[in-house]
């Protein structure tokens, strides 16, 4: 993927890496950076910030009908959409205490949200023989969230369905990417660390926390690479070998850093 004189779309655009990547991409010269969000009014910072080539798009991700509108309209006003980012997610902070509206919210969030995207933008994509999509799953779901039951069983499901995606239609011309970053300096982990979340205290004690222009940097590499999965944090993968050939002992050392944190 060259994002020369692409149009991309972006949900949960207007902070944190989705704006990130609303503004690297355009300084890698996309030809449209639409920039959606729930939050009409931050979108539309953002997308002012960039300036003419972008335009703002108040979208709730959990409404299938948005998210449909939104692909629409974008394919009507630039012919075609190239990259489309389902970046949107949410946290909870809690396990199975969580109600069901927390549980609820982040299944719509987390995973619907990328399916809804798919079904809206893949018979374009299709028709014309190409396309991308980037699905931020979060380093959790590669690993574990601790502390957020919610947060590691959505995270897990988002990948699951984004490696089925790319299984189902790489063939056909339609790549797609696994974005997993694990600690970044967003409102979202700044607001679990105010809490006191201890999946929150955990990320930030478990190794670099990036910025959300260095995730951007390594988003767009991957991109042209074509990678599957996008790893940010590259120890992520070395985690990973490990929790694969030793789960044991992988677990044993996730409680050993809970009780370092907790006790």
Not at 37 to 62: F, K, M, Q, S
Not at 82 to 100: K, R
Not at 155 to 161: I, T, V, W
């Amino acid at each position: 993927m060259n994002l020369t004189d692409r149009v991309v779309v972006i949900t949960g655009g207007a902070g944190g890496i989705g704006a990130a990547l609303a503004r690297r991409f355009s300084a890698e010269g996309a030809a449209a950076v639409v920039v959606a969000d729930v939050d009409a009014e931050a979108a539309r910072a953002v997308a002012d910030g960039i300036g003419p080539l972008a335009h703002p798009a108040a979208v709730d991700v959990t409404d299938e009908a948005q998210v449909r509108a939104l692909v629409a309209d974008t394919e009507q006003r630039y012919g075609r959409i190239d990259l489309f980012c389902a970046n949107a997610g949410v946290t909870t902070g809690g396990g199975v205490e969580v109600d069901d509206a927390g549980w609820d919210r982040a299944w719509r969030v987390n995973v619907l949200a990328h399916v809804y995207s798919a079904r809206a933008v893949l018979p374009g994509m299709l028709a014309r023989g190409g396309g991308h999509l980037l699905h931020t799953c979060s380093a959790a779901g590669v690993l574990t969230a601790v502390g957020d039951a919610p947060y590691t069983a959505t995270k897990h499901a988002a990948l699951g369905f984004a490696e089925w995606l790319s299984v189902t239609y790489r063939d056909r011309g339609i790549r797609v990417s696994a974005l997993c970053p694990q600690g970044v300096d967003t409102p979202m982990l700044a607001d679990g660390l105010a809490a006191g979340h201890l999946g929150a205290r955990v990320v930030a004690a478990s190794g670099a926390v990036l910025t959300p222009d260095q995730v951007a940097d390594v988003a767009v590499a991957g991109l042209a690479e074509e990678r599957f999965l996008i790893l940010p944090h590259p120890e992520v993968a070395g985690y990973a070998r490990r929790r694969a050939e030793d789960p044991d002992g992988w677990q044993a050392g996730l409680r050993k850093l809970v009780r370092r944190l907790t006790t």
